[in-house]
């Protein structure tokens, strides 16, 4: 349960970023574009991959690397789905939003994932030095 409410904690961060992303692009930069797509998308992803990893982490702790990667590529493949079917295709500030917020958001899946990694390692130590 902890660590869906960490996965939980990752994804308001997140949507912290794309507040950030959407006042600078609004504000700074005076664009017009419509990034909700781009930010319904990212968020969903995000959120269903950290459930994911979270999830497979529960269930088998020794093939979450690999399973990692498997996540990672079917993101790739839902990402190049999600901007074929756009219009704002053309837009070069939709696009390089995207890659923007695409990257960030895996950025955030690895850090937690390491995290992950790290306190199984711990708790596989731990229980190797104090034996019951």
Known sequence: MKDFITAFYYVLYFMGIEALHFAFMRFVL??????????????????????????LNMIAKNYIGFL??????????????????????????????????????????TVFLVKLLKQAENDKKQKNTFPN
């Not at 005076?30 to 999830?55: G, N, R, W």
């Not at 493949?77 to 756009?86: C, E, G, L, S, T």
């Open 30 to 55: 005076e664009s017009e574009t419509d990034f909700m797509p781009i930010y319904k998308f990212t968020t969903f992803i995000l959120a269903l991959v950290l459930a994911i990893v979270v999830q």
């Open 68 to 109: 990692f990667l498997f996540v990672m590529g079917l993101k790739l493949f839902v990402a190049k789905i999600f901007m074929d079917r756009q219009e704002q295709l053309g837009d070069s500030e939709f696009k390089f939003s995207f890659v923007v917020l695409y990257l960030i958001s895996l950025v955030l899946i």
